[in-house]
């Protein structure tokens, strides 16, 4: 089957470093993304592993162990804006251009003055 | 910067009816999904489309649904005979050939079935 596990919701203070895990079990794997998406509109990428180790782009990184299934993403020095929904997603490795995204429900961050 | 649009941004139908939701992927893109997330879920793939033919479909994506590229810009998805359940937000996107072919997102359209 396809899993993939995410808290549904987090708490920070704004200035903080928070950390959103991701944990997967699918039947294949083409790369894992990190999507941020705030309440009503589109989901908007944030980072893409396909190899073990870090990610850094800006505030925002990303690891990935593929041994254990298991990804975060790490978000530093917040801002308000920074409260939304982030949604951990598993691209499927499938024969031809099979390229779908199997996606987690997301875990809600709300960051506080 | 480019970026995918869906027309309409809200659609409001009777059960029963037809529905076309419209999306124009970024120019130089070659693969076009369609996802849906009904209030409160988790996004659902439902279609991919590549090289004027659908790649993969989900279990959702089942006789009620079509999609279609009638020219060089846009993408469709037509709903045959909507039922409440279809009530969701259904997403466009499209990907390119870069190192991750990370897909870009539509706004969304909003479904609403009465």
């Known amino acids: 089957g396809q899993n993939i596990d995410q808290p549904t919701e987090m708490t920070a203070t704004e200035g903080a470093i928070v950390q959103i895990n991701c944990t997967y079990q699918t039947s294949g794997f083409n790369g894992l993304f990190w999507y941020q998406q705030h309440a009503g509109e589109a989901p908007t990428f944030l980072s893409y592993?396909?190899l073990d180790g870090l990610e850094e782009k800006g505030r925002f990184s990303s690891f990935l162990s593929r041994s254990k299934g298991y990804s975060y993403l790490l978000l530093k020095e917040l801002q308000m804006k920074d409260s939304a929904s982030y949604l951990c997603a598993v691209r499927d490795r499938g024969g031809g251009n099979n390229r779908k995204l199997i996606w987690g429900l997301g875990t809600s961050l709300a960051v506080n003055p | 910067e480019p970026e995918v649009t869906q027309t309409p941004s809200h659609q409001v139908t009777q059960m029963g009816q037809e529905v076309i939701l419209r999306c124009v992927p970024i120019?130089?893109?070659?693969?076009f999904y369609w996802y849906r997330q009904i209030l409160g879920q988790k996004v659902e793939f439902l279609v991919s489309f590549y090289n004027n033919e659908i790649s993969e479909k989900s279990e959702i994506f089942d006789d009620q649904f079509s999609v279609e590229r009638p020219d060089g810009s846009n993408f469709t998805l037509k709903i045959r005979s909507t039922k409440l359940e279809d009530s969701a937000m259904y997403f466009c996107?499209?990907?390119?050939?870069?190192?991750?072919?990370?897909?870009?997102f539509g706004p969304g359209t909003r479904l609403t079935v009465l």
């Open positions: 120019s130089n893109h070659l693969y």
């Open positions: 996107a499209s990907s390119g050939q870069g190192r991750g072919n990370e897909q870009f």
């Open positions: 592993n396909v």
